[in-house]
C-alpha cells in the first residue's frame, strides 16, 4: 500500500461583524475570522495537508481568494471539493491529526461536533480523526486575540 503523509496550516484575523467557524461549526463568539471565504481555519489547514500529501499545490492555488465563486464560500465545500481532487488522483484520506491555536473562545467543547461535521465530507470515521486545542499562553498574535490559527496533518492512501 502506498501512503504518504501532507502537512497544512492556515491562519485569519480576528475581526467583529463576522461569525466564527471553525471546523465546519459556526461558535458563539463576539468576533470572527477575516477571510474571502468564511474562514474556517481549521478545514483550509486540512485541505493544505490533503493536497500536500497528493502533491497537489495548496488551497489558493486551487480556489484563489480573487475568484468571484469562492467569495464568501462555506469550506465545507472547499473540503468536499479538495476530496474530489485527491480522490480523481486515486488518494483516500487515512486519517487526519489538527490543532486549534485560540486563547479564546475555549475550542474543547467543540471538537465531537467538529469530528462529526468532518468525517462525512472526508468518508472516514470520526475516530479517524483528532482535533486538539492549544492556547499560546498569551504570546504572539494569537495571545493578543488578533487571530486564530490551525495546523493539520493528513495521511493518504493509494487506492490503485
Not at 468532518?118 to 495571545?143: N, Q
Request: charged content about 25%.
Amino acid at each position: 500500500m502506498k501512503i504518504r503523509v501532507g502537512f497544512g496550516f492556515d491562519v485569519h484575523r480576528l475581526v467583529e461583524g463576522r461569525d466564527l467557524w471553525i471546523g465546519g461549526i459556526k461558535i458563539d463568539h463576539t468576533m470572527g475570522l477575516l477571510g474571502h471565504s468564511d474562514a474556517d481555519v481549521l478545514i483550509h489547514a486540512i485541505c493544505d495537508a490533503m493536497l500536500g500529501a497528493a502533491s497537489m499545490r495548496d488551497i489558493g492555488y486551487h480556489f484563489p481568494d480573487t475568484a468571484a465563486e469562492t467569495d464568501g464560500i462555506d469550506s465545507k465545500i472547499l473540503l468536499g471539493k479538495t476530496r474530489g481532487l485527491i480522490a480523481a488522483a486515486d488518494w483516500t484520506v487515512g486519517n487526519v491529526d489538527a490543532t486549534i491555536c485560540a486563547e479564546r473562545p475555549k475550542m474543547n467543547p467543540h471538537i465531537p461536533q467538529m469530528k462529526a461535521c468532518l468525517a462525512p465530507i472526508l468518508a472516514i470515521g470520526e475516530d479517524d480523526i483528532s482535533i486538539k486545542a492549544t492556547t499560546t499562553e498569551r504570546l504572539g498574535f494569537t495571545g493578543r486575540e488578533e487571530g486564530i490559527s490551525a495546523y493539520a496533518v493528513v495521511l493518504l492512501e493509494k487506492t490503485v
